[in-house]
């Protein structure tokens, strides 16, 4: 059974910065692509982030460039996120999601985390 | 960047009716190369994670009931949820993955009337 499981979350000060892990279990977690998705509370989906199999091609919205930073540790089935400069509206759960096909980015996500809460608040 | 609007924001139907939720694109998704359509669908409760329901536009997910279905082409697609249950009160997406930036739907409230 696949299970991803996001950690990390908090309250942050606005221009401060956070890390969320997400570690995989359940599956060859260094053969699909892995995902960041956010819920603004009360809001629907954003995409966040996505990045390849090796970590070797990372793809941003353009909402987060420039200040988060999307990587994963194969060795430890780990992905993270690094938020720098965070602001009010990157308040949200944060979803860690599996790409839904094999070997490739960009795709469906067949399996979400339970996400972890960022508020960014003064 | 390809928007995605989908419609209704809600809707309500009985137990055992019909429901059908739209999903437009503003570019097509269908990539001619492999003749697929790069959208999905979600369903998400309330406290829950989303959930893949359909993806390639009509594929069913593993053990997704078979009273959703899904259908379109190019721009504008249906999840349609044919005979309502209890169960299916929820929030439904709809993803395009043609290319980033991916895409979601601003997402269709299902309750029952």
């Known amino acids: 059974e696949v299970q991803l499981l996001e950690s990390g979350g908090g309250l942050v000060l606005p221009g401060g910065s956070l890390r969320l892990s997400c570690t995989a279990s359940?599956?060859?977690?260094?053969?699909?692509?892995m995902n960041w998705v956010r819920q603004a509370p009360g809001k629907g989906l954003e995409w966040v982030s996505s990045?390849?199999?090796?970590?070797?091609?990372?793809y941003y919205a353009d909402s987060v460039k420039g200040r988060f930073t999307i990587s994963r540790d194969n060795s430890k089935n780990t992905l993270y996120l690094l938020m720098n400069s965070l602001r009010a509206e990157d308040t949200a759960v944060y979803y860690c999601?599996?790409?839904?096909?094999?070997?490739?980015?960009?795709?469906?996500?067949?399996?979400w985390g339970q996400g972890a809460l960022v508020t960014v608040s003064s | 960047d390809i928007v995605v609007t989908q419609s209704p924001d809600s809707l309500a139907v009985s137990l055992g009716e019909r429901a059908t939720i739209n999903c437009k694109s503003s570019q097509s998704v269908l990539y001619s190369s492999n003749n697929k359509n790069y959208l999905a669908w979600y369903q998400q409760k309330p406290g829950q994670p989303p959930k893949l329901l359909i993806y390639?536009?009509?594929t069913r997910e593993s053990g997704v009931p078979d009273r959703f279905s899904g259908s379109g082409s190019g721009t504008d697609f249906t999840l349609t949820i044919s005979s309502l249950q209890a169960e299916d009160v929820a929030v439904y997406y709809c993803?395009?993955?043609?290319?980033?930036?991916?895409?979601f739907g601003g997402g269709t409230k299902v309750e029952i009337k």
């Open positions: 999601a599996k790409a839904g096909v094999y070997g490739s980015s960009l795709y469906f996500f067949d399996s």
């Open positions: 359940g599956f060859s977690f260094s053969d699909y692509a």
């Open positions: 990045i390849s199999t090796s970590g070797g091609n990372t």
């Open positions: 390639w536009a009509s």
């Open positions: 993803q395009l993955y043609y290319r980033a930036p991916l895409t």
